[in-house]
């Protein structure tokens, strides 16, 4: 049996550049195997509607790029240039986003600081989202001048834990710091960051916060800005109808009821007992549908519980405060792929089919994840002969398996095919990008758009206006 699709959604201007073949050839033969691109005229075009669901709802706003999302320069100085701001988590980053243009009212740091780190950020003047207790008394004694300071706030009730942020029991301590240093730490606002896009939970979230505000106000502090976080969901794949129909059939496979269509012992994250297959898998985030102005406009409008049943963006408008947001995942969507080319193919010991790349399985996905969208071979065969097969790295080393699913082919791969591995900007480019048997980092490229034609830079040297 040939498994079922599972076409990945591309952006159209994706999907041109990839039908121009001799172009993508081109572009391999100057820049090498294997090989990241990313489009910046993508991310301007997330951004956009972004900022139109936040007018939509009438709010003072700030976007926050989450640099973390990828390395990339190109998409660090479109934000820049496009007037919104930068999340930074490293020093790194935060040399980066200063490069990149960000004047320093225009950056905000986050994430756990140490010492060293709280040194640059006071230095460079910028916005700090304080994790904890330590790093505010730290701040303090560091700070020759006024720090402008974020409370980032975990621990509410319902949610999973964390270890991020400050507990809300230990809020009351932090405003009594904020109080006895109100010289060298002003107060702008809470903030919080849930590792979840369940509306009900950010609803309960702000409504805590919205609380926390009103203690503020009562220590003589005044806040103006709640910051939502990151966490907005992408859209991958084309067709989930096909995402659903493939789920069942692995979950079938797995429980010997069809053909098998996993590699050895993998069950990606299902547990399977008593004939049946439990728990969700760990490429779940594959089957969401909802884009991400979808997800920012439902939770906008959602009724915050003990305001009368007002939206909770009316609750913000009417209380004067900024809604601030960290996405990065919504701001990439789309707008990155992963070339790589085809060294080879094999039969394994087992029957299966395996198609060796130039590159290995942490360069497109996280270790403990599973790619559910099909790559996409561009090649000049025109035979249609659909294949299951299993795509391998080109690491000496058995977990080495880029997809552990088997994968529908329309036809056989040949050596030098280009493989493309679509909407991978998102962390999946830089996380955890194996250099094991002293393999290079993949190179990356930014593409343009200018009347029906690419262009392509290497990432150092775009500059947005470039044509």
């Keep these: 049996m040939i498994p079922p699709a599972v076409p990945a959604a591309l952006h159209p201007l994706v999907a041109a550049f990839l039908a121009d073949r001799d172009g993508v050839g081109a572009v391999l033969r100057r820049y090498g195997s294997p090989l990241h691109l990313v489009f ?4 301007t075009a997330n951004l956009a509607a972004l900022r139109a669901a936040l007018g939509a709802a009438g709010l003072r706003h700030r976007i926050c790029y989450a640099h973390k999302v990828n390395r990339s320069e190109a998409f660090a100085r479109a934000a820049a240039h496009a007037g919104i701001s930068v999340d930074v988590a490293s020093a790194q980053e935060l040399r980066s986003a200063l490069a990149a243009g960000f004047p320093a009212e225009r950056i905000e740091v986050t994430g756990p600081k140490g010492g060293a780190m709280l040194r640059a950020v006071v230095s460079a003047g910028v916005t700090v989202n304080v994790d904890n207790l330590w790093e505010m008394s730290t701040l303090a004694e560091l700070a020759g001048s006024e720090v402008p300071v974020l409370l980032r706030v975990s621990g509410f009730p319902g949610s999973s834990p964390s270890r991020f942020g400050i507990d809300l029991t230990e809020i009351p301590a932090a405003l009594d710091l904020l109080v006895r ?6 107060l702008l606002g809470f903030a919080f960051h849930l590792d979840t896009a369940a509306t009900t939970e950010r609803v309960n979230a702000v409504g805590d916060c919205l609380e926390l505000i009103e203690l503020a106000y009562a220590r003589g502090l005044a806040p103006t800005v709640l910051d939502i976080g990151g966490g907005l969901r992408q859209v991958f794949t084309a067709d989930a109808a096909g995402y659903d129909a493939y789920d069942r059939a692995l979950r ?26 439990h728990g ?28 009368g049943g007002r939206a909770l963006g009316t609750v913000l408008t009417d209380n004067l405060l900024d809604l601030w947001l960290e996405p990065g995942k919504a701001l990439v969507d789309h707008a990155g792929i992963t070339v790589a080319q085809v060294e080879f193919v094999k039969r394994a010991g087992n029957g299966a089919t395996l198609v060796h790349l130039d590159l ?26 659909p294949v299951g097969v299993y795509f391998a790295g080109h690491l000496c080393l058995e977990r080495d398996l880029i997809t552990q ?30 250099q094991a048997s002293m393999h290079p980092v993949p190179a990356k490229a930014a593409v343009l758009q200018h009347e029906g034609r690419f262009t392509v830079w290497p990432d150092a040297d775009y500059r947005p206006g470039d044509r």
Excluded: C
Aim: charged share 20%; aromatic share 6%.
């Design 280 to 307: 969700g898998p760990v490429f779940h985030k594959y089957a969401n549908t909802e884009p991400a102005t979808a997800i920012l406009a439902e939770l906008l409008a959602a009724p915050l519980p003990g305001h």
């Design 360 to 385: 290995s399985r942490d360069t497109v996905t996280a270790a403990d994840q599973e790619v559910l969208i099909d790559p996409i071979v561009l090649s000049t065969e025109v035979e249609t002969r």
């Design 405 to 434: 699913r088997q994968v529908r082919l329309e036809r056989l791969p040949s050596p030098g095919d280009p493989v493309v591995f679509a909407n991978t900007a998102a962390y999946h480019m830089d996380l955890s990008a194996a």
């Design 181 to 186: 240093h109100r010289d060298r730490l002003r």
């Design 40 to 43: 910046p005229q993508v991310f």
């Design 252 to 277: 079938e496979g797995l429980l010997g009821r069809g053909p098998a269509m996993h590699w050895g012992n993998n069950t990606f994250g299902y547990h399977v007992a008593e004939g049946m297959v």
